[in-house]
């Protein structure tokens, strides 16, 4: 006997997250109703023009936005940028390198660089440990 397997569907703010896309800027229908697995992976698969447009020229999502300027959600807010940015925007930024940028930049860098070193030591000491003691 086999049993039918039910279709999964999420939310649209999962969906456009899982796309990379701000909730708010994609068309009605795609926020109107639900989402499945399969739809999901056929916009991934031929993104519609829609998605495209948003993926090249936003307005983009905080993580997106904080991903193009090399800095954390967190400094993103520390900088009280709040609302999502369009690609022009995060040029514009870039371009200018205000002070709170270059701080949020050597930050993250900094943060990464204790992230790796940690999981070198962890591995390092998993690697090293006596074998059969």
Avoid: C, N
Wanted: aromatic residues 4%; without cysteine.
């Amino acid at each position: 006997m086999t049993r039918q397997r039910s279709t999964q569907t999420m939310k649209p703010a999962t969906a456009a997250k899982k796309l990379g896309v701000y909730l708010d800027a994609t068309p009605e229908e795609f926020r109107a109703g639900v989402v499945t697995r399969d739809e999901l992976d056929a916009l991934q698969a031929d993104p519609p023009e829609w998605l495209r447009d948003l993926r090249r020229d936003g307005p983009h999502p905080r993580q997106v936005v904080a991903d193009r300027l090399g800095v954390s959600i967190s400094g993103l807010a520390r900088a009280e940028i709040t609302e999502p940015l369009t690609t022009a925007q995060i040029a514009a930024l870039k371009e200018e390198q205000p002070e709170w940028l270059l701080r949020e930049r050597t930050t993250r860098a900094e943060a990464q660089r204790a992230e790796a070193r940690l999981r070198a030591e962890r591995s390092g000491k998993g690697r090293a440990a006596p074998a059969g003691g």
